[in-house]
């Protein structure tokens, strides 16, 4: 068949609709998307998804769904709702995806301000919410639902399959009419509008055009050499830019397959079984994969546990300078391929990572050793930097010269600076249009030179990667005008196994203190071992035991910050294990887990004050939120505890 | 360990039902048959192939006819040896009395031939369980050898009650060297044993299962226990018959009906106990233990006979081997009542999980 | 199940009648003179003590017990013997108080042996596993892969059942149930020793049965809230006899009830 | 003709009771623990064959029968400890299974012990017809048999009153009816069971001196456990006088067929015959002449 040259092509297929119309032409046959169900992987080439998404856009045009407006669309990730995307792309509308996690109150924010007038929902908890959050959102006039299970007794929602059976009419008695919609369609069009769950206010939405997302897709495409042949495993909230970029434009504009898990607890499994060849997770999924690893190995015989600790030796040697084809001594190489044989390669095997190609990750620093794990076991695991603002791409780490400590090179097609406060401020095709009906905030986030800033601190290294720092605005000065960044603290403490959440405070004080939370799985395995009893998180939070396991961490922290002069007042001093989780329906945490310190700060400042106040017992009670939405109390007495600090004259740790 | 199952996705349940849906079991299977079809044949000895493979293979599809009916069905039968010896000698006698008959249609109808009988002597479990049946089985073995030697008629009125099984010609081809024996007992329980397999994985296998397991509850369901349990029997003995029939005329030649007594069945019900109940792998193993097992205890006194010159008497081998067998059964049903097959599946998931522990 | 949504089927009319069943081991008196009718599509729930003859009921309806009086009338076939295998066949399942699964089998193998009323191939065509014999299993896992899903058991597909907790067991012995596409189901105390969560559950299967599928309901159960809840009707039986039977707010305030009651904890 | 069928009959009986013993053997253990002890045979063999070797080394006879009492009660508490307390709670199924590979295993070691060949065994009872008796009605009745009946039966009586009279013997009944029940009025399982097995034990011993002292010691007297099965149908396996009336039955029909009917068939019947029979009864009786009827319950 007699292709256009390249580039007249991809000028053609410059919108999402017009993307999936090429696929079905070109690779008509080739799996679009998968998804467990019913016990296999059912599966829909791109000529059936088209047809799919057709029907679906049809539907809604005869609902009256038209050019302009907006689609929500709420669930985890289903073939079907990212077909509604497309679906709704194709009539030259916009799909907002929403937060499936989320309360119906904060329903009521997005959906008004999206004026959103349709929705289609998974199942019928989605249900549940839109119509809980209805009666403040008078826009709201359309429902659609994919899985039907318990819905019989709802009245004006429509079943898919109805929606669609709408849809084929429709086209049949309006024949040209998708085509003539798809051909309205232009780059410029917004294409998506995700919801930035913004660490303070209320969540923006974050207009993106196709051209924007488009270009961002390729741009990765072409670093890392991406094919139709690759796959993808979509789990990660659809309403992430994350999640938007890999499992769907970068899915429409290489071709490859996305596959949709039969649900959250069978992740693992599923992921087991596809393999995919290309795989985006953030750190903390990387973080509990890697507690999982080290909690099963505790419980492996003598001798395995020898061979695994002795591989794992040679790994952290010589695995990562093998994967970035540095130099290696034979007999390194030697032990690492019976390493591989006997540890790596099954390892990769039961994490479902044996055939990942190029592996991302992103959202928040990642451990240096957490990193490192991976890529020293042969998974090609690098960072990238981004924001919902840039789709997701401004920095990548290309192949053989991935650091543990940086985000990497600019991105093709971003252009990047730091601000004279040290801000990221970036500039590319891949920007944000406007914040939606926020022209105040757009001016703010987008200087007259068409710069984004990204608020995030940052310094280039040597070789130009990039090096994130702290949120610009979190970067404080201690009383003796020492430099103060949080969240730098905050990692290195969180890097500890034991440690899944910490707060540090000391913008204005003269000393730092932090809030931890352990991690329940992790130190909860630890206390087993030493037979020590609990009977959930508050108690185990509170055990003497566990404050010193906790402190020997601080300790080592304090240690590597003290090595850099910059930082080395910023060691902690005191510190207390909080009594309970920090969570993101407390409104501690934001949907992506980054912690609200300013929140945190007021909501708990008799605990701040308290260590300040050099105090050693602190009495608190917290109200909290069950998932069920019950409400309930938790008290506890809460230890405070001083640690070690070091003086940066002493010599570097090794 | 070596397992690489990434990637190894099912789009159809045609793939997830397949009796080895990983991939490395599937290779591993298939060089499995290319060593026992080609290999051994090209390098084994005479040796081999008579006294250890060819028994080995025939009591491994005896034991899965007993393991069909005990295992999977729940059926505790002491009589699998007597329905063998129907196989045989209807066997016998189809070649003998039915002029132009091929042996394998022979061995066929000796099969069948096994399997009325075996309904026969099934009809009590329609209303007998547990202990009360095994006497119905053992009534079978008593019965049927009984009835082999005093008439006449079975034996083609040899005067020594022993029949000599005609020599096997399958298109021409004269089946006379142990290598050739061995091939054509292989390739027949390669065959049956797949059968077995699918009967097993398929209806008829869960609705044996459903009887074993809680009868009542199948009843309800509409499961007709009388028609699983005789198709359990009706099946079983048709593989009992099978292994008869190629006992007498791929291994001993010559065969009185006693060869065929209650000591016969006892060791296939060993089999199955060591082997593992209610698999079909179970027999193979099963087969191949108590099959070695007596070479290896004969060798060993042998060598100590020799090395140590204590002179030890013919017949204490044999208790020897009683002992050790005996000993060997309460050992499994105590430590490992599902026997080495479940063994071989526990380390084969070690290996899937590798290297965690579970 | 993917299939579109049905309202809630309007009661009507009587599919099962029982007349004046009285069922007696040796010289235990199980069940006296016991009549009642149960309408196409309601849930009906048999209430009573301990020993009441609750089960014994079940086990007459579908013929694991032959009572010495009284008639079983389903649909238009009327019987003092029912066999328990014409009783599957005329479409009347049940599950068990203590679950009587086939603890040797994987979850999805024990759903499929309720489908084998439907399963037709001979055993060569199985053994050789031929076209037909293969698709038809197929077409059967196709179903029961649904079940499954109804069920949300997918994670356990392949597990033996004899591993699972309690409450699943619970499960996949409906399941088991559900796999002949009943028209009237027995459950017998389907929700005996679970905890709250695993109840809300339950109880959600039940009716989404009922009402997904039209499927009759009879159950026993000790819960009154979960009786009072999703019955439309309620039996009550002391001591073999029926002494209540009527909507759930009229038994609330029967007082033969009640006395029966007295005492006995739930 | 009469007169022979009746001889014929009452030899019958008499070697029936000696059935009956072995039953008995079974019964025992059947009731207190729900094993159908398949090594009862063996224990026979093993019980003769010990017996006969002592004598052979010149151990008086008393002793000797001191000796094995002493030596079977410790068998017998042997096999409930290391094979059948490990398997408390298996389905009765393999617990059957496992006595198989048992009477294996005691084969085994006894004719390692004694060795193979066939011996006599001497209990100074002649096998000679009663004179008087044939005097009277012309009928052989061997005195050894009449005697053998004897012991066995005055065995059986106490057995029966040991188990009807005494606290073990109504423990015995309590534990046979429900484990659990038993063990929740306090009744100590396992003590049952070892007393059970010592008992099994010291029958096996009896059975095997009278068998022995009649047919010779060889291994065929293993195949006494097979002799009995079919008595334990007709009688039920968890009832005494069930055993008795039942090993009286097989062991005058199985005369009586051999007799007569054998002849016309070739013979040789008595292996198979009773089993037949057992089976035709159960057909119409599954639960055995002195069984309860069985309700299942879900």
Same mark, same amino acid.
């Given at each position: ?30 799996? @679009? ?353 981004? @924001? ?173 910050? @003290? ?34 310190? &300013? ?5 708990? @400042? ?24 019950? &409400? ?23 | ?9 099912? +789009? ?30 090209? #390098?084994?000895?005479? =040796? ?74 099934? #009809? ?7 202990? =009360? ?37 399958? #298109? ?11 091939? #054509? ?47 359990? $029997? ?16 791929? =291994? ?13 069945? $006892? ?16 027999? $193979? ?28 008497? +013919? ?44 | ?266 | ?94 617990? /059957? ?104 034990? /010291? ?33 039920? /396996? ?61």
């Amino acid at each position: 068949m007699g292709r256009d040259p390249e580039e007249i092509l991809e000028a053609t297929l410059d919108t999402f609709p017009r993307l999936l119309l090429h696929h079905a032409k070109v690779r008509p046959n080739h799996p @679009a998307v998968r998804e467990k169900d019913l016990g296999i992987w059912q599966t829909w080439t791109w000529r059936q998804a088209a047809d799919e998404v057709r029907a679906l856009a049809c539907g809604l045009a005869a609902q009256g769904f038209a050019r302009g407006m907006h689609l929500a669309i709420i669930g985890d990730n289903r073939p079907r709702l990212y077909w509604a995307m497309a679906a709704a792309q194709a009539l030259g509308g916009v799909p907002v995806p929403m937060y499936q996690d989320a309360p119906a109150a904060e329903f009521v924010f997005v959906l008004n301000d999206a004026e959103i007038a349709y929705a289609i929902a998974e199942d019928q908890e989605q249900v549940d919410k839109l119509f809980e959050a209805r009666p403040q959102v008078p826009s709201l006039q359309h429902v659609y639902y994919d899985d039907p299970r318990g819905m019989r007794n709802y009245t004006d929602v429509l079943s898919f399959e109805k929606l669609q059976k709408l849809g084929r009419e429709f086209d049949a008695a309006h024949p040209g009419f998708f085509e003539q919609q798809v051909d309205a369609g232009d780059a410029g069009d917004i294409s998506v509008m995700l919801y930035t769950s913004g660490t303070t206010g209320k969540p923006k939405g974050v207009c993106q055009t196709h051209r924007a997302f488009i270009e961002a897709a390729r741009g990765g495409i072409e670093f890392d050499r991406l094919t139709a042949d690759d796959s993808v495993l979509s789990y990660l909230p659809m309403a992430w830019v994350g999640d938007h970029l890999f499992s769907f434009a970068q899915s429409y504009v290489a071709g490859f397959s996305i596959n949709c898990p039969e649900s959250a607890e069978t992740v693992m499994n599923d992921m087991r079984e596809i393999g995919p060849t290309y795989y985006f997770a953030p750190p903390r999924i990387f973080e509990n994969l890697l507690t999982q690893v080290t909690i099963r190995m505790e419980d492996a015989g003598v001798l395995k546990r020898r061979m695994y600790a002795y591989f794992m030796q040679v790994a952290r040697r010589c695995g990562a300078e093998i994967l970035s084809g540095q130099q290696v001594s034979t007999a390194d190489r030697l032990r690492y391929a019976i390493g591989n044989l006997l540890v790596y390669g099954p390892l990769r095997n039961v994490l479902g990572m044996s055939r990942i190609r190029v592996a991302y990750t992103a959202g928040a620093t990642i451990g240096p050793d957490l990193f490192r794990f991976y890529r020293s076991i042969g998974i090609n695991l690098k960072q990238l930097y981004g @924001a919902t603002e840039t789709c997701a791409y401004a920095c990548l780490q290309p192949d053989g010269a991935v650091k543990l400590d940086t985000v990497g090179l600019p991105a093709p097609g971003v252009e990047l600076k730091l601000s004279d406060h040290g801000e990221v401020l970036v500039k590319g095709p891949m920007l944000l249009q406007a914040y939606y009906k926020r022209p105040d905030e757009t001016a703010e986030a987008i200087d007259r030179d068409g710069f984004f800033h990204t608020g995030d601190a940052g310094l280039f290294d040597g070789d130009g990667q990039l090096k994130i720092i702290d949120r610009a605005k979190d970067v404080g000065r201690l009383a003796n005008g020492a430099l103060f960044a949080p969240n730098y603290i905050e990692n290195k403490l969180k890097f500890f196994p034991y440690i899944k959440e910490a707060v540090a405070f000391g913008h204005g004080r003269d000393t730092v203190c932090a809030f931890i939370n352990i991690d329940l799985s992790a130190v909860g395995n630890w206390a087993e071992r030493r037979n020590l009893p609990y009977s959930g998180y508050t108690d185990l939070a509170g055990k003497p035991e566990v404050y010193d396991l906790v402190r020997e961490c601080v300790e080592q922290a304090n240690a590597e910050l @003290a090595q850099d002069p910059a930082l080395a007042d910023s060691q902690v001093q005191r510190f207390l294990i909080l009594h309970k989780e920090l969570d993101p329906d407390d409104d501690e945490l934001t949907r992506t887990r980054k912690v609200r310190r &300013r929140f945190i700060a007021e909501k708990y @400042a008799v605990l701040v004050e308290a260590m300040y106040a050099g105090r050693d017992r602190q009495h608190i009670a917290t109200e909290v939120k069950f998932e069920d939405g019950r &409400r309930g109390v938790i008290a506890a007495d809460l230890r405070i505890e001083n640690v070690r600090t070091l003086s940066t004259t002493l010599p570097k740790a090794a | 360990m070596l397992y690489r199952e990434v990637g190894q996705y099912r +789009t159809t349940y045609q793939a997830d039902a397949a009796i080895f849906p990983i991939r490395q079991d599937r290779i591993a299977m298939v060089a499995l048959l290319v060593v026992a079809f080609v290999a051994i044949p090209a #390098l084994g000895s005479a =040796y081999l192939f008579s006294a250890i493979l060819i028994p080995f293979l025939i009591l491994s599809l005896a034991a899965i006819g007993l393991n069909i009916l005990t295992g999977y069905a729940g059926q505790l039968s002491l009589g699998a040896a007597a329905f063998m010896a129907v196989g045989a000698f209807a066997s016998y006698n189809f070649v003998l009395r039915v002029p132009g008959i091929p042996v394998l249609g022979a061995f066929i109808g000796g099969g069948i031939a096994a399997a009325l009988v075996g309904i026969v002597f099934g #009809l009590p479990s329609l209303r007998i369980r547990g202990f =009360y049946l095994a006497v119905a089985t053992l009534a079978a073995q008593f019965f049927i050898v009984w009835a082999l030697t005093k008439i006449g008629w079975f034996t083609n009125y040899n005067s020594s009650g022993v029949i000599t099984a005609q020599p096997v010609v399958i #298109l021409g081809w004269h089946f006379a060297a142990p290598r050739e024996k061995y091939l #054509l007992v292989l390739a027949i329980v390669t065959v049956m044993a797949l059968a077995a397999k699918n009967m097993a994985r398929g209806n008829l296998g869960r609705q044996w299962m459903a009887v074993r397991d809680m009868d009542l509850a199948a009843e309800v369901i509409g499961i007709r226990p009388m028609r699983a349990k005789l198709y359990a $029997f009706a099946v079983s003995s048709f593989y009992c018959g099978i292994a008869g029939a190629l006992f007498a005329y791929t =291994y001993l030649g010559t065969v009185e009906p006693e060869a065929y007594n209650l000591d016969l069945s $006892f060791r296939i019900l060993f089999m199955i106990i060591i082997g593992g109940v209610g698999t079909i792998l179970g027999g $193979f193993l099963g087969s191949a233990f108590i099959v070695i097992l007596p070479i290896v205890l004969s060798v060993s006194i042998e060598w100590l006979d020799r090395s140590l010159h204590l002179s030890v008497p +013919t017949s204490v081998a044999s208790n020897l081997e009683l002992i050790v067998f005996g000993a060997l059964i309460v050992f499994f049903l105590i430590v490992e009542p599902h026997g080495l097959a479940r063994i071989w599946q526990i380390v084969k998931e070690k290996l899937r999980l590798w290297p965690f522990p579970h | 199940m993917r299939d579109q949504p049905h309202a809630r089927h309007a009661i009507g009319d009587v599919i099962l009648r029982a007349e004046g069943i009285s069922l007696r081991f040796g010289g235990v008196q199980a069940l006296t003179d016991i009549s009642f009718e149960v309408r196409e599509h309601e849930v009906l729930a048999i209430i009573g003590p301990n020993g009441a003859g609750k089960s014994s009921m079940l086990n007459v309806i579908n013929g694991v017990y032959h009572p010495q009086q009284g008639t079983i009338t389903f649909r238009d076939r009327s019987a003092r013997r029912m066999s328990t295998h014409d009783a599957a066949l005329a479409g009347i399942a049940r599950t068990f108080q203590n679950i009587a699964l086939f603890k040797g089998m994987t979850v999805l193998d024990n759903i499929m042996t309720g489908r084998t009323l439907r399963m037709r191939r001979g055993v060569l065509a199985q053994a050789l596993y031929l076209g037909p014999a293969r698709r038809e299993e197929l077409e059967h896992r196709a179903v029961v892969e649904r079940i499954i899903d109804f069920l949300e058991i997918q994670a356990y597909r392949k597990t033996p059942v004899g591993r699972l907790p309690y409450g699943l067991q619970k499960r996949v012995d409906l399941g088991r149930a559900l796999a002949l596409e009943p028209s009237l189901l027995l459950l017998d105390e389907p929700m005996a020793g679970m905890n709250l969560e695993e109840k809300a559950d339950m109880c959600r299967f039940v009716l989404d049965v009922n009402e997904q599928f039209g499927t009759t309901i009879v159950l026993i159960e000790h819960d009154m809230g979960v009786v009072m809840d999703i019955s439309d009707r309620v039996i009550v039986l002391d001591y073999g006899r029926k002494i209540g039977d009527g909507p759930p707010d009229a038994i609330r305030a029967n007082q033969a009830v009640i006395d029966a009651y007295l005492g006995v904890v739930h | 003709m009469i007169q022979f069928a009746f001889e014929v009959l009452i030899g019958g009986l008499l070697s029936g009771v000696m059935y009956s013993l072995v039953a008995l053997g079974f019964v025992l253990i059947y009731k207190a623990s729900g094993v159908f002890n398949f090594a009862q045979g063996s224990l026979v063999f093993f019980a003769a064959l010990t017996f006969v070797g002592l004598l052979e080394h010149h151990v008086p006879f008393g002793l000797a029968l001191v000796i094995m009492v002493g030596v079977m009660v410790v068998v017998g508490l042997a096999i409930e400890r290391l094979v059948l307390r490990p398997l408390v709670n298996q389905p009765p199924i393999s617990l /059957f299974m496992a006595t198989i590979g048992l009477s294996f295993l005691i084969e085994g070691i006894a004719q390692i012990l004694w060795g193979a060949n066939v011996r006599g065994l001497d209990l100074g009872l002649q096998d000679e017809p009663i004179q008087a008796i044939s005097d009277a009605t012309g009928m052989n009745v061997s005195k050894f048999d009449l005697s053998a009946a004897g012991i066995a039966a005055v065995l059986v009586i106490a057995l029966a009153l040991f188990f009807n009279r005494t606290r073990v013997g109504r423990a015995l009944r309590a534990v046979a009816d429900d484990h659990q029940a038993a063990l929740a009025v306090g009744i100590p399982l396992q003590y049952i069971w070892a007393i059970v097995w010592s008992v099994a034990g /010291f029958v096996a011993l009896v059975t095997g001196l009278l068998w022995g002292a009649r047919n010779g010691v060889q291994f065929a007297l293993t195949f006494v456990a097979l002799k009995a099965l079919p008595v334990l149908i007709l009688g039920g /396996f968890e009832s005494v006088p069930g055993a008795i009336v039942g090993g009286l039955i097989i062991g005058a029909s199985e005369k009586l067929a051999e007799v007569f009917l054998g002849p016309y068939v070739g013979g040789g019947i008595e292996g198979w015959f009773p089993y037949v029979l057992a089976l035709l009864f159960l057909l119409v009786r599954p639960e055995g002449l002195f069984g309860e009827k069985i309700i299942r319950r879900i």
